[in-house]
């Protein structure tokens, strides 16, 4: 099953992707991990990417398309997959159907905006391993070092409030515009986003299976 998993930033649609994956066991790819790896690596993608990214802009398409198609090509990739990130505009979604790939369903996890500037704006990430924590609900025992591997715990760029107010913005006026897009074409499932990470998982999970 190909899906796509739709939500402003902040959601929490990536970690919804990562639960489905392992149920279906099939890919979660988010483009945004993927072009934060093209940047840490000075890729060519990710030096076009950066400045869009740090000023919370969509990259442009070619670039991410252009990574993208490298990564659905892979094997493990070609039982299903979900798109987390990707497509951000219809006019990505027009291309994703120009290269020939059918989606059998859209999941829109739906928060309010309040409640993703205070998600977000207290996420902070592992400089050395990359693990997640944020300062309220998932805090690390030493302020600022990473629990895992011990490295500098820092707050990223498309994470600070300024940041996440231009970055919803932007999903606003060229995001949400893909709901009518799949609505039409009866694949969207909106789920309502839950305190508990655990009870959206649960809500996302009946909705793929039709419950």
């Known amino acids: 099953?190909?899906?796509?998993?739709?939500?402003?930033?902040?959601?929490?649609?990536?970690?919804?992707?990562?639960?489905?994956?392992?149920?279906?066991?099939?890919?979660?790819?988010?483009?945004?991990?993927?072009?934060?790896?093209?940047?840490?690596?000075?890729?060519?993608?990710?030096?076009?990417?950066?400045?869009?990214?740090?000023?919370?802009?969509?990259?442009?398409?070619?670039?991410?398309?252009?990574?993208?198609?490298?990564?659905?090509?892979?094997p493990d990739a070609q039982n299903g997959f979900i798109l987390d990130g990707f497509p951000r505009t219809v006019q990505q979604a027009e291309a994703l159907e120009s290269m020939g790939v059918e989606i059998d369903k859209v999941i829109e996890i739906d928060v309010p905006d309040d409640a993703i500037i205070a998600r977000m704006?207290?996420?902070?990430?592992?400089?050395?391993?990359?693990?997640?924590?944020?300062?309220?609900?998932?805090?690390?025992?030493?302020?600022?070092i990473c629990d895992a591997c011990g490295a500098k715990v820092v707050q990223r760029i498309d994470d600070k409030p300024e940041t996440v107010l231009a970055r919803l913005k932007t999903y606003h006026e060229k995001t949400a515009p893909l709901k009518d897009y799949y609505e039409k074409r009866g694949k969207l499932v909106t789920v309502k986003g839950q305190n508990e990470i655990a009870e959206t998982s649960r809500l996302t999970l009946a909705a793929i299976k039709g419950e």
Not at 121 to 144: A, F, L, M
């Open 1 to 74: 099953m190909n899906m796509i998993f739709l939500g402003a930033p902040g959601a929490g649609k990536g970690t919804q992707a990562e639960v489905v994956c392992k149920e279906l066991n099939i890919p979660a790819i988010s483009t945004g991990n993927m072009l934060r790896e093209a940047v840490k690596n000075s890729t060519e993608a990710g030096l076009k990417a950066k400045s869009y990214m740090d000023a919370g802009e969509l990259v442009p398409d070619e670039v991410v398309i252009g990574i993208l198609k490298d990564r659905i090509a892979q």
């Open 121 to 144: 704006s207290g996420r902070r990430v592992c400089e050395g391993c990359g693990n997640s924590y944020h300062i309220q609900y998932k805090p690390t025992k030493v302020e600022g």
